[in-house]
């Protein structure tokens, strides 16, 4: 038998029509840990406020640890359905300890119940996300420390540009990453607050310390405000906006390694036992992991813009709508968890073609501005250092040769052409934040030690 949390005015039984439509509980049951964790909070405050004894307390908080965890498999089977999480935790009290299960809800209502479990739960949805983050910063650097001096193009446009080192590369990401894990915490830091003891919406009656039950809880505080309290879902926004713009940085990423693994580029092999294959072609070997982080990155984004579209027109102060905040919050967690461990993975999988690499980041072309920098250390202005070389460049790709073939001239010295080396360029990006093999093996040091 389920207990009913409400009903007693209706004259008739909820319909199918109805049920179908309100319930909750297919996808609720995820905050079951988080329930039941915040009403034996609640049960606790009970008994500082005067409401229950020590020994009830003790009855139900034991009843409550007993509450087993929902099984689906077994209530398709039994037919045993519930509103939400919140109506199958008390009934199953009920069944355990009778009549004293109905003590609980004094004072309390689901309202800043759901709220507390929602952000119970986003706390550790984000530790559980920082910690993802933390690991897949920490193989980026160690790679970018083992390919300080890996030299490859560096593209602007999609265009060569200038050479970089491999180790640079994977140190940019290593920043965008740093800053994500930064807006997490920011993010966390500020939602960390309990809407227990809010009630529906004006606050409870009881002479309950709020503070002290929020640090019971492990919150840093209580919320002040308790019409926000119930209504308020911004840490749920900031915690999708995050998680959006991390799996951006990601989708960024494969996109790169797409380019670099294709077999035009060639510059990296996809590691096997993270790659698929063709069921038509014999020799397909496909980034699949690259291509779903950069399809869920745009679902992400449409959970983000989904829970503010509930959000945006919601009258104070709980709407049902908001039962709608869950789903999104369940399926980017399990998003993150799968595609931040799988991508880790396959970049430390990757297996480098350097000398590929290092031939594409010699070319000539690459190394123009070195040229020109060269010119122009001798007090030829800049600008006409850039033009002298474009031109040049000009006759050598209408002779088919290349600027050292073609040879000086005399405004391009010998030592000019000499510049047209690629570990020579490289060693120049000395300063800050540069892509000097040097530089890039203080910067991953940097980022290890920071984390
Ligand atoms: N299942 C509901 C939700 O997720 C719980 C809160 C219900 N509150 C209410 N006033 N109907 O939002």
């Given at each position: 038998m389920?207990?009913k ?9 909820p319909s199918?029509?109805?049920r179908?439509f309100?319930?909750s ?18 049960a ?6 005067g ?34 999480i919140?109506a ?5 009290l009920?069944?355990?300890?009778g ?6 809800h ?24 920082e910690q993802n983050?933390i ?6 650097a160690?790679?970018a420390?083992?390919?300080a ?13 200038e ?8 140190l ?7 800053r994500d ?9 500020r ?6 003891g809010?009630?529906?919406l004006?606050?409870?009656p ?28 911004d ?6 906006f ?7 940085h ?23 036992a ?7 072609m ?16 745009g ?9 503010l ?12 709508d ?19 461990p799988?991508l ?12 590929r ?5 010699s ?16 007090g ?6 850039h033009?002298i070389?474009s031109?040049r ?11 050292r ?20 360029a490289?060693?120049?990006?000395m300063?800050?934040g ?5 530089r ?5 040091e ?6």
């Amino acid at each position: 038998m389920t207990h009913k949390l409400w009903g007693g005015r209706f004259e008739a039984e909820p319909s199918q029509l109805l049920r179908r439509f309100n319930d909750s509980f297919a996808f609720d049951r995820e905050l079951f840990e988080e329930d039941v964790e915040g009403s034996i909070a609640w049960a606790q405050a009970l008994v500082r406020a005067g409401v229950l004894t020590q020994n009830e307390a003790s009855t139900i908080v034991t009843g409550l640890e007993r509450v087993p965890a929902p099984d689906a498999a077994r209530e398709s089977q039994t037919d045993e359905s519930h509103e939400d999480i919140h109506a199958y935790v008390e009934s199953k009290l009920y069944e355990d300890i009778g009549d004293l299960a109905g003590k609980l809800h004094t004072g309390r209502s689901r309202n800043d119940q759901v709220a507390t479990d929602l952000r119970l739960w986003l706390k550790r949805a984000a530790i559980e996300l920082e910690q993802n983050v933390i690991a897949f910063m920490h193989t980026l650097a160690s790679i970018a420390g083992e390919e300080a001096a890996t030299p490859m193009p560096g593209y602007t446009h999609l265009k060569q540009a200038e050479p970089i080192t491999f180790g640079h590369w994977c140190l940019a990401y290593a920043e965008m990453l740093r800053r994500d894990r930064g807006r997490i915490v920011d993010a966390m830091a500020r939602g960390d607050q309990s809407p227990l003891g809010a009630g529906a919406l004006s606050g409870t009656p009881l002479d309950i310390d709020r503070q002290a039950l929020a640090r019971s809880l492990g919150f840093a505080r209580a919320t002040a405000n308790s019409l926000d309290s119930v209504s308020d879902r911004d840490f749920a926004a900031e915690y999708l906006f995050c998680a959006s713009l991390l799996l951006s940085h990601l989708s960024r990423m494969s996109e790169d390694l797409i380019f670099f693994t294709s077999d035009e580029v060639a510059f990296a092999e996809l590691p096997d036992a993270l790659s698929t294959g063709s069921s038509r072609m014999p020799q397909k070997k496909n980034p699949d992991v690259l291509e779903l982080v950069r399809g869920h990155a745009g679902r992400i984004i449409g959970e983000l813009t989904g829970l503010l579209a509930v959000m945006k027109a919601l009258p104070l102060a709980y709407d049902k709508d908001l039962q709608l905040d869950k789903e999104p919050l369940f399926r980017t967690r399990a998003t993150l968890a799968a595609a931040l461990p799988a991508l880790t993975a396959f970049v430390a999988g990757l297996t480098l073609n350097r000398q590929r690499m290092r031939t594409a980041a010699s070319k000539d072309l690459l190394l123009a501005t070195e040229v020109a920098d060269s010119i122009a250390r001798r007090g030829i202005p800049f600008r006409e250092a850039h033009g002298i070389v474009s031109a040049r460049i000009g006759e050598a790709i209408r002779a088919g040769k290349t600027l050292r073939e073609l040879g000086p001239t005399d405004a391009i010295h010998k030592e000019d052409l000499d510049a047209l080396d690629v570990d020579r360029a490289l060693s120049k990006r000395m300063a800050f934040g540069g892509t000097a093999p040097q530089r890039v093996r203080q910067a991953a040091e940097d980022v290890l030690k920071q984390l």
